[in-house]
């Protein structure tokens, strides 16, 4: 209880990640995510990935299972819960699909694909998603929550999903990796996989929670090949993905950066970030970093506000974009504010490229946009305006939908 | 007026006077009315240097900061003691002061070049019309003396200045051009202020010099008929100099320095611009054989009728149409920021009994919607208010946009507010149909292609306030100035494609953007 008021006072990643660290427990643990995921405690794609790959990890270590059908499902399960909490967190189910395919992975590699295989025929099909989105997004128009319910039935309905989504190229890799096994008799394999399989499973989660880390790192390795000489950038707000990248391009390049302010949500972590007096708190940031800002470095900024983008568009060669989720399709969640900057950007014909982490791509496609779009607080009237209140609505969202079309590239870690 | 003749070369830079608004006019204008009346070219070659108003003039803009006031005094000393210091030496000391005045700012005011007008007097005291054709107006009517001798020296500074930023050739470089252009030269010409003003500038055009300075008149409208409401008020009080005639003083001499001390106090709007013109017209057209208290009258009833016709009417028209075509019941309107015109016609709907919705979209840094939507809420409408980034959301259930404009651009570009572009490419996309109200008096001739060149400048200090407290308290930004390369640049207007816009409503009544022109054709304000 008391890490519960702890969490209350101090929330954020950093709590969560202490939590682990001291007193974990896996049914409590699960449902103090669950509340802080409720609660925004931790949201945001990077933290909320962060955060629940750590969790895996534990609570893989700490289950016992006899068979990797039952870890699988108990993964599941977990999965299941987690993203009920809020759904619109989908780097929670992301990092659920890695560690599903870690899983699988490794018991290839101990020569259980086959067995893999024939517990959860959906798995491959996910598997495939992680590495190769762009080639199976017509198929993977349905969400993963109806794959779980297959767990549970097995048999006769997981055949279907696996006529329909029958993955050549996992069955190649399985086939290249080991012949199949299929003459081991159960109880003798669940026995191996307790021993073989977890110390992998592991390794290989804390191989995924370090990419995660150094996702940032990765993608501002592509700067030099985004950014060149004398160009003008415009960036909305100035996210940490975006600013690696700069940080990384003013090594070697000239440019000038263009910062819109943004959303009344975001403008003051803007200025902060703008002015490099965000204290280093470490909640996404790389410590050793932070403290040289841009215009040490020689790049000039210029900071305006949402209403002068299209004055500046048409003197700007690009704009490089955060965003929270990707779509199959290539369409976009991103911070409220974002779709006039790309409506902008369209009608000059400027080129816009989304930086952003894989861990935010989600194999799946949306048809109903406004579901994902959360809601603030009115930011713009205080209550001292109270009188207004009664005839007036003050619309607050938080989030944009930005389809595909309006996009020109992405830059990811991988 | 008859030393006029016997000129001396160092005149040259003083014959600068009249066309421009410095105090160096003012004794001109008010001991030699006529020689002010001349075209500036005519009275370079042989003005002169007199000097007896000269020792009165001298101490008094030696007071001032200006830089190129200091110049003066030192000259008239010379001037009468020419022989004391060697020329060698005076050359010195100019070129020292010029250099510091020139790394003070760019600005090209303080351009009379005084340094080399020793030498000159004592080689070429006869040969005055020689050098003369090397002297060059500059825009502004100031002008700017080259003297061939040592024209090497003066440009050689020059360059050190412009090359001192490197980088600024680029977007950096264009910003603080146009900072320059705007406020630091006015601020180096020291119009603005009371202190500072013309002699001839009225008391009306000071006070609504102020008014503008301050945004007590901000909208493009209400500066236009302040300015005309002055503008009776100056004519009134205007007595035509002797030797003179009002058709050809009153425009030519004396309105330029009430408008010069306008533009110091705001860059001019288009609806301003076209009414100056179409005053100007109006006093040129005026019958010479009229008395001035004729003229007067008849400029006077002119005026009444120009804001009758042109902003009274013009706007009662308008907001008729609107009202009985746009807004009717269950109608979902979205307007941005705040203007006048569509505030009246909100109001006057909700004054006929129709029931509908408003959404008022706004930005930071100025937020005037909230002032629109604190009058519409107190009127029982039911109002929606959002921000520039909430505008998908909100633009969907809108049946109109409504839009009020600074100017419309001679291809049917609307320039309006700052974020206008983005509320109507949004509201394009969104297949909803954007009408701009604007009477026809805003119309302009000219076309903007580009949203920063000739826009005007907002004060940067507006983006480091926070908006989201009521204490409006500086933010994080603060210090900004402090810090190398970086900039808060934050624009008035911007310019809205015409394709974006499926109407206008002006007094003519609907107009497709791109017709424009022929409206400006026709009707020739």
């Known amino acids: 209880m008391s890490t519960q008021l702890v969490g209350i006072h101090t929330p954020g990643l950093k709590w969560w990640l202490k939590h682990l660290e001291n007193d974990f427990d896996s049914a409590h643990s699960v449902d103090l995510y ?31 299972f006899q068979s990797i059908r039952q870890l699988v499902d108990y993964v599941s399960s977990i999965e299941t819960r987690l993203s009920a909490a809020r759904p619109q967190e989908m780097s929670v189910r992301n990092m659920a699909r890695r560690v599903v395919g870690i899983i699988r992975e490794e018991a290839e590699n101990n020569g259980m694909g086959d067995l893999f295989q024939q517990a959860l025929q959906s798995k491959p099909f996910e598997k495939a998603l992680q590495h190769e989105p762009a080639s199976v997004k017509n198929k993977s128009q349905r969400p993963i929550l109806l794959t779980q319910s297959s767990f549970a039935v097995g ?43 977890r110390p992998a499973i592991i390794q290989d989660i804390q191989e995924l929670i370090e990419e995660l880390d150094s996702s940032e790192h990765n993608i501002s390795e592509y700067a030099m090949q985004v950014i060149h000489n004398n160009e003008i950038i415009l960036t909305y707000g100035l996210p940490s993905t975006v600013k690696k990248l700069l940080f990384r391009a003013a090594q070697k390049r000239d440019f000038t950066v263009v910062v819109v302010e943004g959303s009344l949500n975001i403008y003051r972590k803007t200025h902060t970030v703008v002015m490099n007096k965000d204290t280093p708190s470490g909640e996404d940031e790389d410590q050793s970093e932070v403290h040289k800002s841009l215009q040490e470095r020689g790049i000039q900024i210029i900071v305006i506000s949402n209403s002068d983008v299209w004055n500046f568009m048409g003197r700007v060669n690009k704009v490089l974009l955060g965003t929270e989720y990707v779509f199959a399709d290539g369409g976009l969640l991103a911070p409220v504010g974002t779709k006039n900057i790309v409506r902008a950007a369209k009608a000059r014909g400027t080129p816009v490229v989304v930086v952003t982490g894989s861990h935010t791509l989600c194999p799946i496609t949306t048809f109903f946009e406004e579901q994902w779009i959360e809601m603030g607080d009115p930011k713009t009237l205080d209550f001292q305006e109270g009188y207004l209140l009664e005839n007036v609505d003050v619309p607050s969202p938080m989030i944009d939908f930005i389809p595909a079309s309006y996009v020109g590239s992405f830059v990811t870690n991988k | 007026m008859a030393d006029k003749k016997t000129t001396l070369a160092v005149s040259a830079s003083l014959s600068t006077a009249p066309p421009n608004p410095q105090p160096t006019a003012s004794p001109a204008a008010t001991l030699a009315p006529t020689p002010v009346q001349r075209p500036p070219k005519e009275l370079k070659p042989k003005d002169s240097k007199p000097k007896d108003p000269k020792p009165a003039r001298g101490p008094k803009p030696a007071k001032d900061a200006k830089p190129a006031k200091d110049a003066k005094p030192a000259k008239d000393a010379k001037a009468t003691d020419s022989s004391k210091l060697t020329a060698k030496q005076l050359k010195e000391q100019k070129k020292a002061e010029k250099a510091a005045r020139r790394a003070d700012t760019k600005a090209a005011t303080g351009a009379p070049p005084p340094q080399q007008t020793g030498p000159q007097r004592s080689e070429k005291h006869a ?55 705007q406020q630091d030269k006015k601020k180096a010409a020291a ?257 903007n292609l580009d949203g920063i060149v000739f826009n005007e400048l907002g004060d940067p200090e507006l983006l480091v306030t926070m908006s989201d407290s009521n204490k409006r308290e500086r933010g994080p930004l603060s210090g900004w100035r402090d810090v190398e390369n970086t900039y808060v640049a934050s624009f008035r207007y ?32």
């Not at chain 2, 119009?191 to 009225?202: E, L, S, T």
């Not at chain 2, 003179?244 to 609806?271: D, E």
């Not at chain 2, 009229?290 to 902003?311: G, M, N, P, Q, W």
């Open chain 1, 34 to 64: 669950i509340g802080a995921l409720k609660r925004r405690v931790i949201r945001n794609p990077t933290p909320a990935a962060v955060g629940t790959a750590e969790l895996f990890l534990r609570l893989i270590s700490a289950y016992r």
């Open chain 2, 191 to 447: 119009v603005f202020g009371i202190g500072n003003a013309h002699p001839d500038v009225h008391p009306a055009i000071l006070t609504l010099g102020m008014q503008i300075n301050q945004y007590v008149l901000a909208g493009s409208t209400a500066r236009c008929l302040g300015f005309l409401l002055a503008m009776k008020r100056v004519i009134h009080d205007y007595t035509t100099p002797p030797a003179s005639t009002l058709t050809r003083h009153l425009p030519g001499h004396y309105l330029s320095h009430q408008i010069a001390y306008l533009l110091a106090a705001r860059p001019m709007s288009t609806a301003m611009g076209n009414t100056i013109r179409w005053l100007k017209t109006t006093i040129s057209e005026l019958s010479p054989d009229l008395s001035d208290e004729a003229a007067k009258e008849e400029l006077t009833a002119k005026i009444d009728v120009f804001i009758r016709e042109k902003i009274a009417l013009a706007d009662d028209l308008i907001v008729n149409t609107t009202v009985a075509r746009y807004i009717k019941d269950d109608a979902v309107i979205v307007t941005y920021g705040k203007s006048q015109i569509v505030e009246r016609a909100l109001l006057e709907a909700r004054r006929r009994g129709r029931r509908f919705r408003v959404v008022v979209i706004d930005s930071r840094p100025l937020l005037e919607g909230a002032n629109l939507l604190a009058g519409l809420a107190q009127a029982d409408i039911s109002c929606e208010y959002a921000c520039l980034d909430a505008l998908e959301y909100c633009i969907g259930p809108a049946t109109t946009v409504l839009l009020g404009a600074h100017a419309i651009m001679a291809d049917g570009g609307v320039y309006s507010r700052a974020g206008t572009a983005a509320v109507a490419s949004c509201a394009r996309d969104m297949g909803v149909p954007v009408v701009v109200v604007c009477e026809s008096v805003k119309f302009s001739d000219k076309i």
């Open chain 2, 494 to 525: 911007d310019v809205t494609p015409s394709d974006c816009i499926k109407m206008i409503i002006c007094e003519h009544g609907y107009l497709a953007p791109k017709s424009v022109s022929s409206i400006l054709r026709t009707s020739a304000v």
């Open chain 1, 155 to 197: 048999g006769a309905l997981t055949s279907i999903f696996e006529i329909i989504s029958h993955p050549p190229s996992s069955i190649t890799s399985s086939a290249s990796s080991t012949p199949p096994q299929t003459g081991i008799s159960r109880p003798a394999q669940s026995q191996s996989i307790q021993h073989d399989v």
């Open chain 2, 127 to 181: 040969s005055s019309p020689a050098h003369v054709p090397a002297s060059a107006i500059v825009g502004g009517g100031i002008v700017k003396t080259i003297y061939p001798t040592n024209p090497a020296t003066v440009v050689a500074k020059e360059v050190e200045v412009v090359v001192a930023p490197a980088r600024d050739n680029g977007l950096v470089g264009l910003l603080r051009d146009l900072a320059v252009d």
